[in-house]
């Protein structure tokens, strides 16, 4: 029976799981709501002067853990496109929305449907539609994905 | 000092779960909002997984105070708007072309290679930019 459950949902699961005690530390210790969207954003345009070393060591945990563990893990892939144009058109879309939505997957998503956020929620099926339609657009009607 | 410590800490777990979760694999996500193809539900499994022990962290919060002092957030707001859908649909476009959101964009760029410097790049400059847009959205159609 468990062999039938593919790995790659187990993991999924394990992940989420260190995700989310991720965000239940920086709730419950510092007070502060996991968004990778606002603590990177706040840094770009300024308004998270206040709070800056404490963004700043948490996008180098980020960046770092993922160094530390690859060792240890099983080959990885990740699959980038490599179009230069789909690269620069999507991370100015995911910037710029995520920017104006006051939030990504991590804050609307995680963060925010945890709390039962009418705002997290519809953010969520807001950028899910909107992901759903575009692979269906470019991939699957113009092929550019 | 405490702060910091527990924002590596906070972030840690979160490039970890990230890279374990298999969230930096463009393939996955893209595997997640492609209905029509080979539809791949992993995606569902991570965010299952996150809001179990945030859903636990939330109700904690209530009569207490952060470990290093201040306070939580404030209670959700439940005013919607048009800057959030507008906002989302514009944010999930890009997710859906590369796959990457910001959380796995930081997590993926030792090992990502290029593409992955692109899109952080490119992500930055629309952060960047977003506050005028914003503006100009706001005098051209007042939001709510």
Redesign the interface.
Known sequence: MLEMIPV???????????????????????????G??GI??GL??G?GRNSS???I???????????L??PL?RP???????N?A?????????????????G???G?????????????M???V???????????L???ILGV? | MQRLVFAFIAGGLFGAGLFISGMTDTSKVQGWLDVFGHWDPTLAFVMGGAILPMAVAWAFTRGRKPLVGGDFPAPAEPKLGRNLVLGSVLFGAGWGLAGLCPGPSVASLSYGGWPHWVFFAAMLAGMFAAPKVRARLDTAVPAE
């Open positions: 790659d949902w187990v993991w999924g699961l394990i992940g989420g799981l260190l995700i989310g005690t991720g965000g239940a530390v920086f709730l419950l210790a510092n007070g502060r709501i996991m990778a969207s990177i954003g770009v345009d308004s070393a404490e963004r060591v948490f996008l180098i945990g980020v960046f770092l853990l993922p160094i563990i690859k893990y990885f892939e990740t699959h980038a496109t490599t230069i789909v690269l620069v058109a999507a991370g100015l879309l995911v910037g710029i929305g995520t920017r104006i939505a006051n990504c997957t991590s609307h998503g995680v963060c925010g449907i945890s709390r039962l956020s009418l705002r997290g519809v953010a969520t807001f950028y899910i539609m909107a992901g759903g339609l575009t692979v269906v470019f991939r699957h994905i």
